[in-house]
């Protein structure tokens, strides 16, 4: 019997198409919906190898029922929907997408410091909305980006390449990480320092750190207190860093200027969302990594990880090394 596989969401045919001449491939036929977890579950019973999604919990349970499985790809460069420890005490292989989305996300990233500070979203609906009646000199007057300075919180290769950005930008760059970068400080100009004198001193506060127990709720109210009244706050990273009742309130109380996100604590949110109700925060839908060129290179090298563990090779991008 050919090993079966199972992804958890509708891909394009031409991007499984090598699995499907090696392997018995089956998946779940919709898009834009979840696969329900009793469905997953069932599915992972027979798997010898899964193809995941960041909504999809890969946790001890789901492992546990996977007698046959040999690895677990997931489509994302983050891997916190997935019981890593659990896996690797399992012998499952546990494989993730990174740099081939650095630089999409980055684009992203910088696209909403931009969107936030030069009020972009806001602009764009008073358009829509008719409401552009006349000109005035502070007409929807944002902030500039240029020559200010930005921090980065997490200076991975996602944070370097935003920082190569912001270089372009001509701003000054800190960024906090948990161990320094000597090549984002040789080749960017790149200041380390601690967390408090980045948001202390930062006009732009970039979150790019990933989510672990000692990141969740790092952004809270004491931390937007921390910032600049002008600061504008961007997470491209995961939602639940932020405290989002927090940061609520810190805008609409002024204590900062107004907030880029990309990320929520639980997702999709709906348009009752009490940040979507303020004019200050551009709000995307998890759209970090979507550009077809990007998410085509994530889906490739998904079934290449596959492919190599099936047949009995080290895998191009390992999570559990060891």
Same mark, same amino acid.
């Given at each position: 019997m050919k090993p079966y596989i199972f992804i958890s969401r509708k891909l394009p045919e031409e991007a !499984?198409? !090598?699995?499907?001449? %090696?392997?018995?491939?089956?998946?779940?036929?919709?898009?834009? &919906?979840? &696969?329900?977890?009793?469905?997953?579950?069932?599915?992972?019973?027979?798997?010898? =190898?899964?193809?995941?999604?960041?909504?999809?919990?890969? $946790?001890?349970?789901?492992?546990? =029922?996977?007698?046959?499985? %040999?690895?677990?790809?997931?489509?994302? &460069?983050?891997?916190? $929907? !997935?019981?890593?420890e659990a896996a690797s005490r399992l012998g499952i292989t546990v494989t993730n997408t990174p740099n081939v989305l650095n630089d999409s996300t980055a684009d992203l990233t910088f696209a909403l410091v931009l969107a =936030?500070?030069?009020?972009? &979203?806001? @602009? @764009?609906?008073?358009?829509?909305?008719?409401?552009?009646?006349?000109?005035?000199?502070?007409?929807?007057?944002?902030?500039?980006?240029?020559?200010?300075?930005?921090? !980065?919180?997490?200076?991975?290769?996602?944070?370097k390449t935003v920082a190569k950005r912001a270089a372009g930008f001509e701003m000054e760059i800190l960024y906090h990480n948990r161990s320094r970068k000597p090549d984002a400080e040789q080749e960017l100009g790149a200041q380390y320092v601690s967390f408090d004198e980045l948001l202390e001193r930062s006009d732009f506060v970039v979150c790019l750190t990933p989510l672990t127990e000692e990141t969740r709720n790092l952004f809270n109210r004491?931390?937007? %207190?921390?910032? %600049?009244?002008?600061?504008v706050f961007v997470n491209t990273s995961r939602g639940p860093i932020v405290n989002e009742q927090d940061l609520y309130e810190a805008l609409q109380e002024g204590e900062i200027?107004? =907030?880029?996100?990309?990320?929520?604590?639980?997702?999709?949110?709906?348009s009752e969302h009490p940040l979507l109700q303020l004019k200050n925060v551009a709000a995307m839908p998890h759209i970090g990594s979507a550009s077809m060129e990007t998410r085509y290179s994530m889906m490739k090298l998904c079934v290449e990880n596959i492919d190599l563990v099936l047949s009995g090779n080290p895998p191009k991008s390992p999570v559990n090394k060891k």
């Open positions: !499984i198409a !090598i699995l499907r001449e %090696k392997y018995d491939v089956h998946m779940w036929d919709r898009e834009d &919906v979840p &696969v329900p977890y009793e469905i997953f579950l069932e599915e992972t019973k027979k798997a010898d =190898a899964l193809l995941t999604m960041l909504s999809e919990p890969v $946790n001890e349970e789901v492992l546990k =029922a996977g007698k046959k499985l %040999k690895i677990v790809a997931n489509m994302a &460069v983050g891997f916190d $929907n !997935i019981d890593v =936030a500070a030069r009020r972009m &979203v806001e @602009a @764009a609906e008073f358009v829509k909305e008719g409401n552009w009646k006349s000109w005035s000199p502070l007409l929807l007057a944002g902030q500039d980006v240029h020559h200010k300075t930005i921090g !980065i919180v997490g200076m991975g290769n996602i944070g004491d931390t937007f %207190k921390k910032m %600049k009244n002008q600061a200027a107004a =907030a880029g996100l990309d990320v929520f604590a639980e997702e999709p949110i709906g």
